[in-house]
């Protein structure tokens, strides 16, 4: 469950094992979950969280959905990991 920063972290790690095990919907339903929780919560660990959630839309093939997670990323940290790169820009 989700009731800490550590428990969120755990589940992020979780989410990126899923997806590169080729489980991509499990980890994005992890992620989207995890992600109803933010209050009181680091915004690098929710950075990163929004960084898989839109990894997990590119390898279930959503586009469209992976582009506006990365724009939101990108808005709120244009410096994270590679975002303005997997942009475009």
Do not use: C, W
């Amino acid at each position: 469950t989700n009731e800490s920063p550590v428990h969120m972290a755990l589940l992020l790690y979780k989410a990126k094992a899923l997806r590169e095990r080729g489980l991509s919907k499990a980890a994005r339903d992890i992620v989207t979950e995890t992600l109803r929780r933010k209050k009181g919560r680091p915004q690098e660990l929710l950075h990163a969280l929004n960084y898989e959630r839109a990894r997990a839309y590119e390898a279930l093939g959503q586009e469209k959905k992976a582009r506006g997670e990365f724009e939101k990323l990108y808005k709120n940290a244009s410096d994270y990991e590679d975002v303005a790169h997997r942009l475009g820009l």
